[in-house]
């Protein structure tokens, strides 16, 4: 296999437990625990720009209500994405691709973007964001790593920016997950933890792909994990594992 550029250990949503998820802060959060790495899940908004939001709709992570799809940029980065994690985040707002670019870029962070998209849009936001991702990475060393459930999200990215590495997210090792993986020519797959086993990883890798798993949060699954040689754990634990090192500590 190629050498693998990206950092083991992946903060989830920035480190969305200990901040508001898929905000700047969760990633100097993160940041601040030793993380180099990042995922967050990238949308689009009604007037096609993307940023960064985990549901469909707004309700849970903001105050607002309703499809935040719906929404132009214009409203949506004046929405407080913070405060409902606590005072200490009141007025963080949801930030757009572009500022997580910069801030990965100016301190060296790599990315996982997951295409999010809002149910209907997955060949609009499969194109925007890979097209988003060439132009605001260009000529740097490691681009973001372009992953998503949706195949045809990923097919888009595929044929938008063919030299974007890309990764297809598994809940369940579904009929057909391997050829679709194939043909979409993934560098990895990121499966749920729960059904990673060494067979999946030798398959993985005799097929030329790296396999990273989420969300690992507890020592015993990341010990057994890193015994199987598996490539990235995304984690929301970023107290609780050291980020520099494959050890892993109660």
């Not at 005072?87 to 973007?113: D, H, K, Q």
């Not at 990341?222 to 634990?237: M, N, P, Q, S």
Request: net charge negative.
């Amino acid at each position: 296999m190629a050498p693998w550029p990206y950092p083991f250990w992946i903060a989830h949503r920035g480190a969305g437990k200990l901040a508001p998820e898929n905000t700047l802060a969760a990633f100097r959060v993160g940041a601040a625990h030793g993380y180099r790495a990042f995922e967050c899940d990238v949308k689009l908004s009604a007037d096609g720009v993307p940023f960064l939001l985990h549901d469909a709709t707004l309700q849970r992570t903001t105050r607002e209500r309703g499809i935040a799809s719906q929404r132009s940029w214009s409203e949506l980065s004046r929405i407080d994405a913070g405060g409902w994690h606590g005072r200490t985040y009141a007025g963080e707002t949801l930030p757009s691709f572009e500022a997580i670019s910069a801030y990965c870029r100016r301190n060296g962070f790599a990315l996982n973007a997951e295409i999010k998209p809002t149910p209907g849009d997955e060949v609009e936001t499969g194109r925007v964001v890979a097209r988003e991702a060439a132009r605001l990475w260009a000529g740097a060393p490691v681009p973001p790593l372009l992953s998503s459930f949706r195949p045809d999200a990923l097919a888009a990215a595929q044929s938008a920016e063919p030299s974007l590495p890309r990764a297809l997210l598994l809940e369940t090792w579904r009929s057909g997950w391997f050829d679709e993986a194939q043909a979409l020519a993934c560098v990895a797959v990121v499966a749920d933890h729960a059904i990673v086993d060494t067979e999946a990883v030798a398959r993985i890798h005799a097929a030329g792909m790296r396999l990273l798993t989420y969300t690992v949060n507890d020592p015993a699954p990341a010990r057994r994990l890193v015994e199987w040689g598996i490539d990235g754990i995304i984690t929301d634990a970023v107290d609780r594992f050291s980020a520099g090192e494959l050890t892993v500590f109660d």
